[in-house]
């Protein structure tokens, strides 16, 4: 877990020292910004409850980011942004592999864990297939493609993710909400999209959602918005740092 922070930490800073090329202050962003106008991915702002928890995650989630990271190696016009990306994704790769490694080995080391992967996979899942954001046909903004930052659509790149956490959630067991149609040869999800997820209960409403009230939802993010960027503004390390 410690490995994968710190991978995760240098991948900021990649990220930073490109944007300092258009000229903008890291120091400023980081550290002088209002932490209320910081947002993520609701789902890495949730407390990890245990170690099943967190492989899972890196199991289908550190394989959904690789894709959108993937796209930029192989496809941006901007040349330092895809050799940054090169080592990013190497590391990427690393964090799903270990994660489904474990994933696998908790599967089958007791009824007790295989439960708790299983519980953690019914939350999680349908994090990666909505990690894309809005379908194609509602995307309104479609500049990082006319201009050749990326190549993959929001479609694209969701239906990459889901053939391969399909695969492997088959081959270890897993069950997930999604079939293969076998007149496309497609992977299908089963659930509703878009979902609102219940922050509290930490489950999904599992009713299909307008996408606007969807994206004010995932604006709002999860549980630990604004806390942990006001701690990392001060520079508040150890144990405490963790601390939900």
Same mark, same amino acid.
């Given at each position: %877990?410690?490995?994968?922070?710190?991978?995760?930490?240098?991948?900021?800073?990649?990220?930073?020292?490109?944007?300092?090329?258009?000229?903008?202050? %890291?120091?400023?962003?980081?550290?002088?910004?209002?932490?209320?106008?910081?947002?993520?991915?609701?789902? %890495?702002?949730?407390?990890?409850?245990?170690?099943?928890?967190?492989?899972?995650?890196?199991?289908?989630?550190?394989?959904?980011? =690789?894709?959108?990271?993937?796209?930029?190696?192989?496809?941006?016009?901007?040349?330092?942004?895809?050799?940054?990306?090169?080592?990013? #994704?190497?590391? @990427?790769?690393?964090?799903?592999? /270990?994660?489904?490694?474990?994933?696998?080995?908790?599967?089958?080391?007791?009824? @007790?864990?295989?439960?708790?992967? #299983?519980?953690?996979?019914?939350?999680?899942?349908?994090?990666?297939? /909505?990690?894309?954001?809005?379908?194609?046909?509602?995307?309104?903004?479609?500049?990082?493609?006319?201009?050749?930052? =990326?190549?993959?659509?929001?479609?694209?790149? =969701?239906?990459?993710?889901?053939?391969?956490?399909?695969?492997?959630?088959?081959?270890?067991?897993?069950?997930?909400?999604?079939?293969?149609?076998?007149?496309?040869?497609?992977?299908?999800?089963?659930?509703?999209?878009?979902?609102?997820?219940?922050?509290?209960?930490?489950?999904?409403?599992? @009713?299909?959602?307008?996408?606007?009230?969807?994206? #004010?939802?995932?604006?709002?993010?999860?549980? %630990?918005?604004?806390?942990?960027? @006001?701690?990392?503004?001060?520079?508040?390390?150890?144990?405490?740092?963790?601390?939900?």
């Amino acid at each position: %877990m410690a490995g994968s922070i710190q991978d995760e930490v240098g991948h900021a800073h990649q990220q930073g020292m490109l944007w300092e090329r258009f000229g903008f202050s %890291m120091q400023e962003q980081s550290f002088e910004v209002d932490p209320n106008s910081y947002w993520s991915l609701p789902i %890495m702002e949730f407390p990890i409850s245990n170690y099943v928890e967190f492989v899972v995650a890196q199991a289908f989630l550190d394989r959904a980011g =690789r894709f959108t990271t993937w796209d930029i190696e192989l496809h941006c016009s901007f040349a330092p942004y895809r050799r940054t990306l090169r080592k990013v #994704n190497f590391e @990427e790769a690393f964090h799903f592999r /270990h994660g489904a490694m474990w994933t696998e080995y908790f599967m089958s080391f007791s009824e @007790e864990t295989k439960q708790m992967v #299983n519980d953690a996979v019914k939350w999680i899942f349908p994090w990666g297939y /909505h990690w894309y954001g809005r379908p194609d046909h509602l995307k309104g903004h479609p500049d990082q493609l006319t201009y050749g930052i =990326r190549k993959w659509t929001n479609d694209t790149m =969701r239906g990459k993710w889901l053939k391969s956490a399909c695969l492997f959630a088959q081959r270890v067991g897993l069950e997930v909400p999604a079939h293969f149609n076998d007149e496309t040869q497609e992977w299908v999800f089963d659930e509703p999209f878009p979902m609102l997820f219940d922050r509290d209960k930490k489950e999904w409403i599992r @009713e299909e959602s307008d996408w606007d009230t969807f994206i #004010n939802e995932f604006k709002i993010g999860g549980p %630990m918005r604004p806390a942990v960027y @006001e701690r990392l503004q001060r520079e508040e390390w150890g144990s405490f740092l963790w601390q939900s």
